[in-house]
């Protein structure tokens, strides 16, 4: 399937961790790389996260330090490592991927963070 397939939300305690794992298989017209969103309740959609077909990664400045992004290519599937997580950090966090030049986006995954 092209549309990325994301799983592993929740709602934790601040300072916890959790791992989101997004799933897409591999498809010829569309790029290796994966980007995580988030979206918070009455707030814009932003970037967090992103890794390509090469491991390079890309952090927000926000999340720098606390979450860490990799990928198994056997699994088809990009993890975030979120820990030290902070009341802040609640939303709907959401995958990315482009194909045929246009980007297809999971349905997301709600992580909530009580302190």
């Known amino acids: 399937q092209v549309r990325p397939v994301e799983s592993g939300g929740g709602s934790v305690q601040a300072g916890r961790s959790l791992r989101l794992s997004c799933t897409a298989s591999?498809?010829?017209?569309?790029?290796?790389?994966m980007t995580w969103y988030r979206q918070a309740a009455g707030k814009d959609r932003e970037f967090v996260s992103a890794?390509?077909?090469?491991?390079?990664?890309r952090f927000a400045d926000s999340v720098k330090g606390r979450f860490a992004i990799s990928q198994d290519k056997d699994k088809n599937t990009v993890y975030l490592q979120m820990n030290s997580l902070k009341p802040e950090d609640t939303a709907m966090y959401y995958c990315?991927?482009?194909?045929?030049?246009?980007?297809?986006w999971g349905q997301g995954t709600q992580v909530t963070v009580s302190s």
């Open positions: 591999r498809s010829n017209v569309c790029r290796n790389d």
């Open positions: 990315k991927r482009d194909c045929f030049g246009s980007p297809y």
């Open positions: 890794i390509d077909l090469f491991g390079s990664t």
